[in-house]
């Protein structure tokens, strides 16, 4: 795996996304199609509405990597892109929560202005993002960022459900289940 220290941001930048499953649009979290979670760039605010006209729960997902093919890629210091991550992403550094804060939030509030019910967190670090991670670390972002979804009255769902010992994420006054 490459890591940052030997790619420039505008080299990364210029990397297309994969083809196939891992970049698809949307990822259906309940077999039994009871929720589904959608990317907040790729979706309209139309999508939104019409999964929930079919009843589903409709989650934000917002993911835990560094996307170069994403309208916010530029605003990640490159210092905060580690190695290769899972659908074409680059791991980053969780601990550098003062930068990603507001990006995150940002995103967040795209998520409010798109109408989603919650937010769906995945691929928060990994012992190979190339930088110190541990679940403590991981535990404290996904705080964190569910700190954040509750200020724009979203619910958080963590997937996988490594988070505090697999515990569920309560925000917005509500608790939820981790996992699939």
Known sequence: MLGVATLTLAALSTLSPPAGPANETTVDTDPAGGRIALDPFTSTASDV??????????????????????????????????????????WLDLR???????????????????????VALLDLGDLSSG??????????????LSTLADRHGL????NPPWFAGGAAVGSAGTSTTTGS
């Not at 619910?155 to 963590?158: K, M």
Request: hydrophobic fraction near 40%; charged fraction near 25%; aromatic fraction near 10%.
């Open 49 to 90: 509405r019409q999964q929930k006209a079919a009843g589903r729960v409709v989650y934000c997902q917002l993911r835990g990597v560094w996307e170069p093919h994403q309208p916010d890629a530029a605003r990640f210091p490159a210092d905060l892109i580690g190695h290769r991550g899972p659908g074409g992403g680059w």
């Open 96 to 118: 550098g929560w003062p930068v990603l804060a507001p990006i995150m939030d940002d995103r967040l509030g795209l998520c409010v202005a798109k109408e989603f019910d919650a």
């Open 155 to 158: 619910t958080v769902w963590v």
């Open 131 to 144: 930088f110190p991670l541990t679940d403590t670390v991981r535990d404290g972002y996904a705080r964190a």
